[in-house]
């Protein structure tokens, strides 16, 4: 359910993301944060969080019967982590004084670049060019997400769930 879902979520961004009107509406961010959140969960079957036992015995058996391989773009935990920690990154930003937050889709890095600031908080930013998600790690530092692996990884973990 949560492939499928991710996979969705996923085509949804694209359509809203092709769409002028769309595109810097809070619904890209709904998808987004679907997409991100399913591919979490996911995640988190294949590859528990604090691996004892048998939930190490779960995520085992589960990587070797579905054939995800160690470096696969779905086990990555940062955008999971990342989105499960957004009150400690208001918290900072709080704390600094910040007043600029940056909530945007840019059509390429160059944008990005030009807009951003060290007195701009990241709270979410996508590079559609290179679909990349943008935001802060809990230390304030910036995070980059590919969603396209991602995306990648969860398609053919579906193929192979059906498949089996």
Known sequence: MHV?????????????????KERQS???????LSFLTHAAMVSKLLDPIRPEGAKEDRGTALRKHLEVEDGSAILSRAAR????HIDERIDRWTKRGLTSVLEMVFED??????IAHEDAA????????EMIFIS????GNRLETALTPIYGALKDLKARCEHK
């Open 26 to 32: 809070r619904n890209v961010w709904f998808v987004l």
């Open 109 to 114: 890095r160059a944008g990005f670049e030009f």
């Open 136 to 139: 802060e790690d809990r230390n």
């Open 4 to 20: 499928s879902s991710a996979l969705v979520s996923y085509s949804q961004l694209l359509r809203l993301l092709s769409d002028g």
């Open 122 to 129: 990241i709270r979410r930013v996508l590079i559609q060019d």
């Open 81 to 84: 982590d990342n989105l499960e």
